[in-house]
């Protein structure tokens, strides 16, 4: 059963625009999260990242948002650039429990286009 | 640059071998994790130190699989008797316990390609 889902695998976008990521997790336990990006051959580059206690993290051009309720976090990209075109994977822990490890989402692909 | 790094990167081996990989920390980092990804997936979780200390293994992590950080320093992993199943990217990441958001930085990986 998968704890941390994202159903778009993948999503264009224009340059300029803004591009926003979803990701939806089942287990109520966990209590931070976050947005890593990979580019092909390489290993995942951590980007962002939220604990539960918050609802909105923002860094430069990358926002994370936070529904608690709805177990539902999203990654804003604003303004897109051909550069951010990588797989972007959702990942959470459930710290609080003590338990570290990272469980991921399957990823989704962002292209965008110049 | 100080990050992780792993070695080999690639690897090529025949069904029944034995493989090992190593994984270098960032160098203040104690806590070291390893992850399998394979196509299509995110990564998923074998097992994880804390300096020495192996505190936690991944149902993932049949006995053909052995994980050690003596020293709680580099780290390595050994696939006995491999599987092509076992073909996977196997990625190794560190994190300080400091780290309020449990962030963990990854290294290239290893490509494992089993015949």
């Known amino acids: 059963d998968q704890q941390v889902k994202q159903n778009s695998p993948s999503l264009s976008v224009q340059e300029g625009r803004i591009s926003i990521l979803n990701c939806d997790y089942t287990?109520?336990?966990?209590?931070?999260f976050l947005w890593y990006k990979k580019y092909p051959a390489e290993g995942p580059t951590f980007l962002i990242s939220?604990?539960?206690?918050?609802d909105k993290n923002e860094d430069g051009r990358f926002t994370v948002f936070l529904n608690k309720s709805a177990k539902h976090l999203s990654l804003h990209i604003v303004p897109s650039q051909p550069g951010d075109s990588a797989v972007y994977f959702c990942a959470a822990s459930a710290m609080n429990s003590g338990n570290t490890p990272l469980v991921f989402g399957k990823g989704t692909r962002l292209s965008v286009i110049a | 640059d100080t990050g992780v790094s792993q070695d080999p990167r690639h690897k090529i081996t025949k069904r029944g071998q034995n493989v090992t990989f190593r994984c270098d920390p960032i160098?203040?980092?104690?806590?070291l994790y390893w992850y399998r990804q394979t196509l299509g997936q995110g990564p998923e979780f074998l097992t994880y130190?804390?300096?020495?200390?192996?505190?936690?293994k991944s149902r993932l992590l049949s006995d053909r699989f052995s994980a050690e950080r003596p020293k709680g320093s580099f780290s390595t992993l050994e696939i006995q008797r491999t599987e092509q199943g076992d073909s996977a990217m196997y990625l190794c990441?560190?994190?300080?316990?400091?780290?309020?958001?449990?962030?963990?930085?990854f290294g290239p990986g290893t490509r494992l390609t089993v015949l």
């Open positions: 160098s203040e980092h104690n806590r």
């Open positions: 990441a560190s994190s300080s316990r400091l780290s309020a958001l449990n962030e963990q930085f």
């Open positions: 130190f804390q300096n020495e200390a192996q505190l936690e």
């Open positions: 287990n109520s336990m966990f209590d931070y």
């Open positions: 939220i604990s539960s206690i918050k």
